[in-house]
């Protein structure tokens, strides 16, 4: 039997005991010390009974302690169920209950004084589980992917290879664990003797921000395009390069409009469309951009990695090969739909191009990607039928943006409430609109083409000062509305992280001010933030500027 991903660490750590492993702040932690720790975790797991296939629920902030409980949960056999801490409680404990997690490990682990720190003797083969990770369900409840250590060494010894990894590279962690991108940043670097940064969670992908100024040539930025964007509406040009030697991009679909700013500016930095579900170990199939492509238009995903086919099958794209999961936990209906013959059933459209690349063509069912996030629009629909006041509901994406319908109006704070209650962030809709009732298809189903755009916010209150007129005027702008309140919060109207930077942008232009993405965060409606941008202009002692002439940001 070949080894497994934390024998690998066991062997490196061998090699290199006294090099860093991870880096958290002014913290740096060995690969002697992350091994110790994991291990002693181990033994401790041991002796409560953890073993082969038995599931441990890691609900922890991204610290070096972070590390050793992954590695922990491995080196004693089991298999970890990787939980966000920011997730609400109500889906928090559908998933432990779920799972039948045996033990959840919290930022408050246990003492371990005593146990030993040597390796501890093998429990796990191949064909066990790694981890299962839930992802959105079409049903209305998440759904738990099955990885095997088989699958995962496959990719991740796929993974060392294709990125050119090396001892001491350096690679910026700055995604949850419950998100299969941050696979691809924790685990290829440790197992080649670099060093993984975790970086603070936050908004806007500030953290990754600073740690790339603050440290340049980067081994590895996994990132989604959503990211990308954000990165290259704060970077000047001159910034760009030398930044990482490769960005692998993931998560959703990839234009060739997102990498202009980085072909152009950082010629040197490979940029790699990394397409896979989560059903089959983060990446199943790639493509590296070439100088001589278009400029324009969808980047193809590329050809299967190592030990891995792909097929399309009536125009829907199938996986099979060492990736591919053992199933869904506890739903055997659902795994006998999409897991059949040795292949994965993605439900993404795709053809083979004359070139002999895959490219990604859509769905053919309701889920959808939104900035890197997989989302089953009927599970969003499920969690807003769950409100009492509410008799229908549809769901859709329009302009990147999550819309809900809702039949009849409720109060808007307070179904946004209950939807934070139940759902991730990510998976609480943008915009509410309220219909007397949904529009019909013939055939009695929701005409989702026929769904009006949304308009403005719930209670309107106009502009009072010239900064609110001017304020409310770009945010409309950013967000496609004709008006918004004062009061309204512009992020329960859909902005994001991307919209906001825009917005930044746009502000400091227009009134002159040094303004911080955070103060928009902190700051999020129209009043709020025209009383910050006026006292700043007080503070500084002198009059707002007239706006500067307008500079050409590649958005």
Not at 6 to 25: D, I, K, N
Not at 182 to 202: I, K, N, R
Not at 209 to 229: E, F, M, S
């Amino acid at each position: 039997m070949s080894a497994l991903t934390h024998q690998l660490f066991e062997q490196q750590a061998a090699r290199t005991p006294q090099a860093t492993a991870a880096v958290c702040g002014a913290a740096t932690v060995s690969y002697r010390e992350l091994n110790a720790r994991a291990n002693r975790l181990a033994h401790w797991l041991r002796g409560r009974g953890i073993g082969a296939d038995a599931l441990v629920g890691v609900c922890m902030r991204r610290t070096p302690d972070l590390l050793a409980a992954l590695l922990g949960v491995w080196k004693a056999g089991g298999a970890y169920v990787p939980i966000d801490p920011a997730y609400p409680q109500e889906r928090i404990d559908f998933m432990l209950e779920d799972s039948g997690a045996r033990l959840v490990l919290t930022d408050e682990l246990p003492a371990l004084q005593g146990e030993s720190e040597e390796n501890p003797a093998a429990r796990a083969g191949a064909s066990d589980l790694a981890y299962v990770m839930y992802t959105s369900g079409s049903t209305g409840r998440p759904k738990g992917a099955m990885i095997t250590h088989a699958g995962l060494a496959n990719y991740l010894g796929w993974a060392r290879e294709a990125y050119a990894l090396r001892a001491g590279d350096s690679v910026p962690v700055h995604s949850s664990i419950a998100f299969d991108l941050t696979v691809t940043s924790l685990y290829p670097a440790l197992l080649a003797g670099g060093e993984v940064e975790l970086l603070p969670e936050d908004e806007g992908a500030q953290s990754l921000l600073d740690a790339l100024r603050r440290r340049g040539g980067r081994a590895l930025v996994k990132i989604t395009p959503a990211h990308l964007d954000l990165l290259r509406a704060q970077l000047a040009p001159a910034e760009a390069a030398g930044l990482t030697r490769l960005f692998v991009i993931g998560g959703e679909n990839l234009p060739a409009e997102s990498l202009r700013f980085w072909r152009r500016h950082a010629p040197r930095t490979r940029l790699v469309n990394e397409y896979g579900p989560t059903e089959t170990v983060v990446g199943c199939c790639v493509y590296e951009v070439q100088p001589g492509d278009p400029d324009h238009g969808p980047v193809p995903i590329g050809r299967p990695i190592a030990n891995t086919e792909l097929r399309v099958v009536e125009g829907e794209l199938q996986i099979g090969g060492a990736g591919v999961a053992r199933g869904y936990l506890n739903r055997p209906a659902l795994t006998a739909e999409k897991f059949a013959g040795g292949y994965y059933r993605t439900g993404d459209l795709a053809r083979v191009r004359a070139d002999g690349n895959f490219e990604y063509l859509g769905r053919t069912d309701s889920q959808v990607k939104l900035r890197g996030y997989r989302i089953e629009l009927g599970e969003v629909e499920s969690a807003i039928a769950a409100h009492a006041e509410v008799q229908s509901c549809a769901a859709i994406v329009r302009d990147n943006l999550l819309v809900a319908y809702v039949v009849p109006r409720a109060d808007p704070q307070a179904l946004r409430e209950f939807l934070r209650a139940r759902l991730p962030q990510y998976m609480v809709p943008a915009q509410l609109v309220f219909l007397d009732a949904l529009p019909l298809t013939p055939n009695g189903k929701v005409d989702r083409a026929a769904l009006p755009t949304p308009a403005a916010g719930g209670g309107f209150d106009a502009a009072r000062s010239e900064t609110e007129r001017g304020l409310a005027k770009i945010w409309c702008a950013q967000l496609g509305l004709e008006c918004i309140g004062i009061h309204d919060n512009v992020f329960d109207l859909g902005a994001h992280s991307l919209i906001a930077i825009k917005a930044l942008l746009e502000i400091r232009r227009r009134f002159g001010v040094d303004l911080a993405l955070r103060h928009l965060f902190e700051q999020p409606s129209v009043a709020e933030l025209a009383a910050l941008v006026d006292g700043l202009a007080l503070t500084a002692g002198k009059p707002r500027r007239e706006p500067r002439a307008r500079q050409e940001v590649e958005l």
